[in-house]
């Protein structure tokens, strides 16, 4: 439709949001917004908010577009809906809702819950704000069909987003993903809701379920009587204002670690996030609060949480005693080493153990999994993808961990998302382990890049908004796609993965060859001197993202610096000859 007709059909939207259903509040709203700036109105109203196969995810205010109590509304009955027809064998269907800092969660999630109530579903609702891998825990605590956790991660303060996982405690994947999202699609108007809450049904999470969560996460400590002798370790951590407050720690407790600093403006709750550009850990001005309290301190580990507390950004000393920044792929793969290393001390390897990881996170995980024995497989990106093979291979293999490059971790299998709680204590506990072996963790780091050779990766997004930018963003990734590069950088492509149209390309072969993951706009490139390149859209904001892993070596630590900036001369040569 052209502009004229867009604009009709958007004020035709925009003034049914005038009618009785809708309160006072937001029916002033609508009709200042009729009175202004037109971009305002279209961008409000000129679509319904898409329910994705995770859940929403959106700005908060009036409109169809938009994070609301009625887009909520919505799509709460449209999961009730599907839960009815799925689970119509039990006698009860329960779910259990959580919540972060973000403004309008806890009303968000208290709507939730009533609707849930009204279609005759039990609600088991947290008292608090929660880190979002307790409601994967609760899920299956309580014996819970379902659960939403409403959080918009780290996106921006003006954003909020309605997160759904499945009976097994991990986020809902195929079929019952495209299920929900016909089920809410249905849903056109608010007189399909059912609003008629039963408070009989509505019962509150406290700390019970929290004391269950953390006995199971003392149970993954690999070191406890290190830990002991370590209890002093000077630990700053921040939960920049989310929702990780209080269970980060109390899980660092349970470990042992008892010197516990804390950036006292960033300890409050606070979803306007006041201390920060972006409440997002991977970004470097997220954690400077927290690292000028362990340059004031002379901390030894600096850790923060984003606001729903599922990922974790950390820094540490380097050799010079400077505080560093390390990156979402290097700490897992401190993670992992530490933890396949105290397995093998502790002889604890049955021969049937393994990891995951998605398909942008590190080479030098699979490398080290190798090393002890230990099968790795990757998935699509997603923690989702993870949870899906660990229900798939329950009680047949052993879990160890999982791992994305975004932050995100987890270790053991009673909770199925990342989570920042178990990895802080980890961390912290890998963190003693050196430096009871007289190392620190980046000692730790250098020492693994000499033994398996260097990794270094690196992301970059384009942000390309709206219409315009969606159509860019498409004609990017078809031109990689039906064109692709026969050498990269002066090194050639020896191999290309497709994973929309499911294929693999061997350019020595020249044979195609199925891929066994499902589908996904996501190009791989890796070419011969080992370098990999990802590259895809992303599916909450709107960017196109390149993921480059380079391979270098390192023979020794002094030569650290010198080859790191190398590597990093090399990706940014990558990233100009893609066009970037």
């Not at 709203?29 to 700036?37: A, H, I």
């Not at 608010?190 to 004391?211: C, F, H, N, W, Y």
């Not at 009587?225 to 700053?236: C, G, R, S, T, Y």
């Not at 700490?331 to 393994?354: C, D, P, Q, V």
């Amino acid at each position: 439709m052209d502009e004229k007709e867009l604009y009709q059909d958007v004020d035709t939207r925009a003034r049914k949001w005038l009618g009785d259903e809708y309160d006072e509040s937001t029916r002033k709203q609508v009709e200042t917004m009729l009175k202004g700036p037109e971009n305002e109105l279209v961008d409000a109203f000129y679509r319904d908010l898409e329910f994705g196969t995770g859940g929403l995810r959106g700005v908060m205010g009036p409109g169809t577009n938009r994070m609301n109590v009625y887009t909520v509304s919505k799509a709460t009955q449209g999961l009730s809906n599907y839960l009815i027809k799925k689970f119509s064998h039990l006698d009860a269907i329960k779910v259990a809702i959580a919540y972060d800092c973000r403004n309008n969660s806890r009303l968000y999630a208290e709507t939730a819950a009533k609707i849930f109530t009204a279609n005759n579903i039990d609600v088991y609702l947290f008292d608090k704000l929660h880190p979002t891998p307790s409601l994967s825990f609760a899920i299956r605590h309580l014996g819970c069909q379902s659960g939403l956790v409403i959080t918009a991660s780290h996106n921006p303060k003006e954003y909020n987003g309605y997160k759904v996982y499945w009976e097994d405690g991990g986020q809902i994947i195929a079929p019952h993903d495209t299920n929900i999202v016909a089920e809410v699609k249905k849903i056109t108007g608010m007189d399909q809701v059912k609003r008629d809450a039963q408070p009989s049904r509505q019962k509150t999470i406290g700390e019970e379920v929290d004391l269950a969560y953390l006995t199971r996460v003392k149970n993954l400590s690999l070191s406890p009587e290190n830990n002991e002798k370590w209890k002093d370790l000077k630990i700053v951590f921040t939960p920049i204002h989310g929702a990780a407050v209080d269970l980060v720690p109390r899980a660092l407790e349970i470990f042992g670690f008892k010197n516990i600093i804390k950036v006292a403006a960033q300890d409050e709750v606070d979803g306007n996030f006041p201390t920060v550009e972006s409440p997002n850990p991977e970004e470097p001005e997220a954690l400077r609060m927290a690292i000028e309290k362990a340059q004031e301190t002379d901390a030894d580990l600096v850790m923060g949480t984003d606001p729903d507390g599922d990922r974790v950004g950390i820094a540490v000393k380097d050799f010079k005693g400077n505080f560093v920044l390390l990156n979402g792929n290097q700490i897992a793969s401190l993670l992992l080493y530490y933890l396949l290393k105290r397995w093998e001390e502790t002889n604890s390897f049955k021969g049937n153990e393994y990891i995951v990881k998605t398909i942008v996170t590190t080479e030098l995980l699979s490398e080290i999994a190798s090393k002890f024995g230990v099968d790795n497989i990757d998935v699509l990106t997603g923690f989702k993808y993870i949870a899906g093979i660990m229900r798939m291979h329950e009680g047949t293999k052993t879990f160890i961990a999982g791992f994305e490059e975004s932050y995100g971790y987890l270790a053991g299998d009673f909770v199925r998302d990342k989570d920042a709680p178990i990895s802080c204590a980890l961390i912290a506990e890998a963190t003693a382990w050196a430096m009871e072996q007289g190392k620190s963790l980046f000692g730790m780091l250098v020492e693994l890049y000499i033994e398996f050779g260097f990794f270094k990766e690196s992301l970059t997004s384009l942000v390309k908004k709206g219409k315009a930018g969606a159509e860019e963003i498409e004609s990017i990734m078809d031109r990689f796609r039906n064109s692709p590069p026969e050498s990269i950088n002066g090194s050639p492509v020896m191999l290309v993965n497709d994973y929309l149209k499911q294929k693999s390309f061997d350019a020595i072969s020249q044979l195609r060859n199925d891929i066994d993951l499902p589908k996904s706009n996501v190009l791989q490139f890796f070419l011969k001197d080992g370098t990999v390149i990802s590259i895809r859209p992303s599916g909450t904001e709107p960017k196109i993202k390149f993921y480059i892993g380079v391979r270098g070596e390192l023979n020794e630590k002094e030569s650290f610096d010198s080859v790191n900036e190398q590597m990093k001369e090399k990706t940014e040569k990558i990233l100009a000859s893609l066009g970037t």
